[in-house]
């Protein structure tokens, strides 16, 4: 099967997999690079980027190419059929050269060990602490020689009493009096847990993922306390300090990550119609007379991909089951052939209205032209949409097979791997198969899968939970440069977002930053509910700039697309 599979989308396709030119351009944060290396790996051939910042090099299908440049992080890809110059952007390199320590002489290593087995984390921060005896340091080793219980533990410190159990214990210090007998306070110790004081014995302490425990007794030891350490304080390291300093940590992170500004409606965003559109009103109410302006418009405006959409959304609208609309938006096609962005547009209008038979022949277009990860994608899913659930899996296995080398970014691979599971289950296959071909995390409530047609689009996106707190995604060249030079060099433009659990609405926002070039940026989202087995399609044009607008609400009764 993989065979036909192969000789299919060789046909298909018209791959070329001898030896091409690799031309692209490397950028830094603050414009292009000059002399950047670009070393062919397999090859062993290197260049360098000019004073404009590109580079030609010589490269076949799979080579491995490395991207570096002083002071700024590599970045290693793997070559794949190109149909036009790439663009890499490096980001600052980030390692912190004066952390490391050099042929550290064996004496000096030791002393600084006995040195740091003398700190200790504490609300004050790392803390060196004089005059600790043994008994008073309880070490994870020692530790293992006790039942897993917290009182054993302190029980086994001569310095300390415990008096009762469970939460009614009471742990105060054994103080020696003046005549050598044993005077107990009945003052309890405090306690500082990875940095967190409390004076209430930590009985969910986990005692298996205790590093050390340290007792403070004497005034020098707990001055930096107060009076709160007056009657000594136990001070607890954990081994990957979870406990009260991140409880601590997280509660402040969901208290700064509370949403609280507002968003404006896709509606108010768009309220400002095109002209073309606002002569169309005039007609609203006549389908002959808005097409005589329609026709007399487009010589206008024929050049624009806004037109057709703008034109085929007033047709429907006004004008219910009107034949005009579909073929003024299929106008694209004809006005732009090998624009690959504004075919993909116009296949997203298509889908958005499940007129899947049509948008399968533009993405056929799309693929043939431009035949990297994103086109080969959208065709297979546009064939499980129109039913043929078997092929689309197929395409699917085998772009999954042709990018396994790309380990780098298991984003495309998980986004592929889903996407022919959904395919799988739509076509109704039996369980046994299902439960073979289904992998970890398909289970999810609800799946968010957004698209774009223009690679180089800037935005960001914000997911509000029911309790509202936002979880942000990048999509920017200051804050994700790594995955958009991934979605460069193998032309991708996908990201899948899942909700586990929903248990209660959540708000998708998003904020358009530009897209570097003139042509206009379409979004297109798809929800899938799992629960329901729903799934929304809605297109949107992104216009206005820096503004955060509501695009979504999802919920397992009725998700609503704005």
């Known amino acids: 099967m993989r065979t036909l599979l192969f000789a299919f989308l060789t046909l298909l396709f018209v791959q070329g997999y001898g030896q091409q030119t690799l031309e692209g351009i490397v950028v830094g944060k603050d414009g292009t690079l000059q002399n950047a290396h670009v070393q062919n790996i397999t090859n ?37 059929q190109q149909s036009k110059p790439i663009k890499i952007m490096l980001s600052d390199d980030q390692v912190a050269l004066d952390e490391v320590l050099i042929n550290e002489a064996k004496g000096e290593k030791q002393a600084r ?25 309880l070490t994870s080793k020692e530790i293992e020689r006790f039942p897993p219980n917290l009182f054993s533990l302190l029980r086994s410190m001569p310095g300390l009493r415990v008096i009762g159990y469970g939460g009614s214990a009471v742990v105060v210090l054994r103080r020696p009096t003046p005549f050598g007998a044993l005077r107990n306070t009945t003052i309890p110790i405090s306690w500082d847990i990875d940095g967190m004081v409390t004076q209430e014995i930590p009985t969910w302490l986990d005692v298996q993922l205790i590093d050390r425990i340290v007792l403070l007794k004497s005034p020098s030891q707990t001055n930096p306390y107060g009076t709160v350490g007056a009657s000594g304080v136990l001070v607890i390291n954990t081994t990957n300090v979870v406990y009260a300093r991140e409880r601590s940590r997280l509660q402040k992170e969901n208290e700064a990550r509370k949403y609280k500004e507002q968003t404006v409606t896709r509606g108010s965003v768009n309220a400002s119609a095109p002209r073309y559109i606002q ?151 039996t369980a046994r198969k299902q439960v073979l071909r ?20 800037q935005f960001e996106l914000q997911f509000i939970d029911p309790t509202r707190l936002y979880h942000s995604w990048y999509h920017t060249s200051t804050k994700a440069a790594e995955e958009l030079n991934y979605e460069e060099v193998y032309g991708f433009s996908s990201e899948r977002f899942s909700i586990q659990d929903l248990n209660g609405p959540w708000k998708v926002n998003l904020k358009y930053l530009g897209n570097e070039t003139a042509f206009p940026t379409y979004l297109k989202l798809t929800v899938r509910n799992h629960k329901t ?8 044009r992104l216009s206005a700039k820096g503004i955060n607008q509501t695009i979504a609400q999802i919920n397992l009764g009725q998700s609503s697309l704005f």
């Open 44 to 80: 062993k051939k290197t260049v360098v980027t000019d004073d404009t910042g590109t580079f030609s090099l010589e490269a076949t299908i799979n080579d491995k190419i490395r991207v570096s440049h002083e002071g700024k992080k590599d970045f290693i890809f793997i070559v794949k």
């Open 279 to 429: 002569l169309l009103q005039e007609h609203a109410n006549d389908e002959e007379s808005a097409y005589a302006v329609y026709e007399e418009q487009k010589k206008f405006y024929s050049g624009l991909v806004d037109f057709y959409v703008y034109n085929f959304e007033f047709f429907r609208t006004h004008f219910d089951q009107s034949k005009k609309a579909l073929p003024i938006l299929m106008a694209i096609e004809e006005s732009f052939p090998e624009d690959i962005e504004a075919l993909r547009v116009l296949a997203y209008k298509l889908d958005e209205y499940h007129l899947f038979e049509h948008s399968r022949m533009v993405y056929r277009k799309i693929a043939k032209q431009t035949p990297d990860i994103q086109s080969i994608r959208d065709l297979a899913n546009v064939e499980a949409n129109i039913g043929k659930y078997r092929l689309s899996e197929n395409i699917y296995n085998g772009l999954i097979y042709e990018i396994h080398d790309v380990a780098e970014n298991d984003g495309i691979k998980d986004l592929l791997k889903y996407e022919r599971n959904w395919s799988s289950k739509r076509s109704g296959e």
């Open 438 to 457: 289904y992998e970890e995390g398909d289970d999810n409530d609800v799946e968010i899968i957004f698209e774009w047609n223009n690679q180089n689009a």
């Open 113 to 137: 060990k006995k040195d740091e087995d003398k700190r200790i984390l504490s609300a004050f921060g790392y803390r060196k602490i004089s005059g600790i005896t043994p008994s008073d340091v």
């Open 533 to 540: 087995e729903e799934e929304k399609i809605k297109v949107y």
